[in-house]
């Protein structure tokens, strides 16, 4: 599966953005598909996981509220709403799908490269 990571971008605190993950190369529903991200100097954190046809959705505590983890199968697209930003939130955002629907990076099989999110205070 190829992934092709998009939306990131530079927005005020609290401000808001849709990533996008285009999916190609296999069967998008055949995955569960999650969001991390990556700060400078720091190690690569869970985000958000949705199950292969979006019955289930997983974030990790400081997202809840205020990011949104959503699919369209048809589309072959998995998306990222993130509202309420803050500066603290500015990191590399990477979406990734694999065959279980876990937190953990490692678990994951395919990853894309990866759009930047930058908020300013």
């Known amino acids: 599966v190829q992934l092709q990571a998009s939306g990131g971008g530079l927005v005020q605190a609290g401000g808001s953005l849709r990533l996008s993950c285009a999916a190609s190369?296999?069967?998008?529903?055949?995955?569960?598909m999650g969001w991390f991200r990556q700060a400078p100097g720091k190690e690569r954190e869970f985000v958000a996981v949705?199950?292969?046809?979006?019955?289930?959705?997983s974030y990790a505590d400081s997202m809840k509220g205020r990011f949104t983890i959503s699919r369209d199968n048809v589309k072959n697209t998995g998306y990222l709403q993130m509202n309420s930003l803050k500066p603290e939130d500015t990191a590399v955002y990477y979406c990734?799908?694999?065959?279980?629907?876990?937190?953990?990076?490692?678990?994951?099989?395919?990853w894309g490269q990866g759009t930047q999110v930058t908020v300013s205070s």
């Open positions: 190369g296999r069967t998008f529903s055949g995955y569960a």
């Open positions: 949705i199950s292969r046809y979006g019955g289930t959705t």
């Open positions: 990734a799908v694999g065959r279980l629907l876990v937190t953990t990076a490692s678990r994951y099989d395919y």
